[in-house]
């Protein structure tokens, strides 16, 4: 059985994500905080596909929501993961401060994708996969204002770095993962009209399926079944800039890990 974890799976783009892979027959694992939205999709996959769908309630705001949605369902079973997809992601158009006193794109988009992957690291079966669904709009990473405490607030620029940070980490923990044989690649999905793109002024213009499209390939693909470390659009590996300052990266890493 291929367990898959979907993080934001009950979104546009994760639940095409989840339609493409349930296609492929591998078995889900519905990542959300909406259990009721967790519930619907899980009942209409498994109504269409035939497959078996699990949920993952946990709120990435929270470090102690994610540890005990782990715990709950992978502690006290004997589940191995083929995939994780890193998927959730929020850009709200004002400065949200979570329960832990974090701005909410850091905790979700940052620190939601470094904590999965940490916490999940020893449930991976042998050559699982890790995809960090990311984005071509990237930039502007401040590593000495992660949270805007001096700089104003501003979305866009939130998100743009903290899509540099998801393909930064992917880098990192590439090189961390290698030698137990998993594969972390980062990807941009494509552009469908969401709520998260509405939430940055934005529509789309492709369908969710065309823009799941990559995200699903590097979980099922046979041909990069030796590739890790590396970021992909359309299905293909496009040169990283943000992949060649190790310095950075190792910053950047090490600011994480204080919050694991």
Not at 96 to 124: D, P, S
Request: net charge positive.
């Amino acid at each position: 059985m291929k367990w898959v974890l979907i993080s934001g799976s009950t979104g546009t783009i994760g639940s095409a994500i989840c339609k493409i892979l349930s296609e492929k027959n591998f078995y889900l694992i519905l990542g959300g905080r909406d259990e009721m939205k967790l519930n619907q999709l899980k009942q209409n996959l498994e109504k269409q596909y035939k497959n078996t769908c699990l949920i993952f309630l946990a709120d990435l705001r929270s470090k102690h929501s994610i540890q005990q949605a782990i715990n709950n369902l992978f502690s006290k079973n004997s589940i191995k993961l083929y995939a994780l997809v890193n998927n959730a992601s929020e850009t709200p158009k004002r400065k949200i401060i979570t329960e832990e006193g974090l701005e909410c794109q850091f905790a979700v988009n940052i620190l939601g994708y470094h904590r999965m992957i940490a916490y999940l690291k020893e449930y991976f079966e042998n050559g699982a996969r890790i995809v960090n669904v990311s984005s071509y709009w990237a930039g502007d990473l401040d590593l000495a204002d992660l949270q805007f405490e001096k700089r104003p607030y501003h979305n866009h620029i939130a998100y743009r770095q903290s899509k540099q940070a998801e393909r930064m980490l992917t880098v990192i923990w590439s090189e961390i993962l290698r030698e137990k044989n998993i594969l972390v690649n980062a990807c941009h999905p494509g552009d469908a009209n969401s709520k998260l793109s509405n939430d940055l002024g934005f529509g789309g213009f492709e369908s969710p399926m065309d823009a799941a499209n990559t995200p699903a390939y590097l979980v099922y693909s046979e041909e990069i079944r030796s590739i890790t470390g590396k970021y992909f659009e359309h299905r293909k590996i496009v040169s990283d800039p943000f992949a060649k300052n190790m310095d950075q990266i190792k910053k950047l890493f090490e600011i994480c890990n204080k919050y694991l």
